[in-house]
Antibody
Framework: EVQLVESGGDFVQPGGSLRLSCAVS????????MNWVRQGPGRGLEWISY????????YYADSVEGRFTISRDNAKNFLYLQMNSLRVEDTAVYFC?????????WGQGTLVTVSS | EIVLTQSPGSLSLSPGERATLSCRAS???????LAWYQQKPGQAPRLLIHGASSRAEAIPDRFSGSGSGTDFTLTISRLEPEDFAVYYC??????????FGQGTKVEIK
């Protein structure tokens, strides 16, 4: 069974940092590109980052460029999102999703709350 | 950035009725790279349709997608109780960022 399980969400103050993880199982991780997508409270969905199989090609949405860093560990079947300089507007449920640009399947999400 | 506008914002229907959801793009979506997702409260989105009209695996045939260019439609032929949810369209063409519509909520009348 294909599974994506996010973790690492927490309550953090503005300007703080968090590292999200996505543990993958049930498929060959090195055959697929990966993404992070977020959903703010009562809001729609926003794609925020993509990473290819090797980690050589990475894309970010403008809203997180320069603050967030996507990475992957192909030996451990993990996807990561390092989030720095967090803002109140980064408050959201963060989902990892198998790519490339068609998101299927998704993890269950992890909640990040940024507030003072 | 391709902006996707979904209409209506919400739809109030009874089980057994037909639902027609619209998604309009601000510019043409390349090679019909348009998907539809279903999201229920507290759950992750689930892929329903890709390539504008191809059903994802295990999706019932009461769900169908159509359209091309800038105008796309998701039709649910006969609503089942489990179909009441929020539906999002998404473009995944060559133009970044990949974007979603704001969603259409299908609720029970």
């Amino acid at each position: 069974e294909v599974q994506l399980v996010e973790s690492g969400g927490d309550f953090v103050q503005p300007g703080g940092s968090l590292r999200l993880s996505c543990a993958v199982s049930g498929f060959t991780f090195t055959d697929f590109t990966m993404n992070w997508v977020r959903q703010g409270p009562g809001r729609g969905l926003e794609w925020i980052s993509y990473i290819d199989i090797s980690g050589d090609t990475i894309y970010y949405a403008d809203s997180v460029e320069g603050r967030f860093t996507i990475s992957r560990d192909n030996a451990k079947n993990f996807l990561y999102l390092q989030m720095n300089s967090l803002r109140v507007e980064d408050t959201a449920v963060y989902f990892c999703a198998r790519g490339p640009a068609l998101f299927h399947p998704w993890g269950q999400g992890t909640l990040v709350t940024v507030s003072s | 950035e391709i902006v996707l506008t979904q209409s209506p914002g919400s739809l109030s229907l009874s089980p057994g009725e037909r639902a027609t959801l619209s998604c309009r793009a601000s510019q043409s979506v390349s090679t019909n790279n348009l998907a539809w997702y279903q999201q229920k409260p507290g759950q992750a989105p689930r892929l329903l349709i890709h390539g504008a009209s191809s059903r994802a695996e295990a999706i019932p045939d009461r769900f169908s997608g159509s359209g091309s260019g800038t105008d796309f439609t998701l039709t649910i032929s006969r609503l089942e109780p489990e179909d009441f949810a929020v539906y999002y369209c998404q473009q995944y063409g060559s133009s970044l960022p990949w974007t979603f519509g704001q969603g259409t909520k299908v609720e029970i009348k």
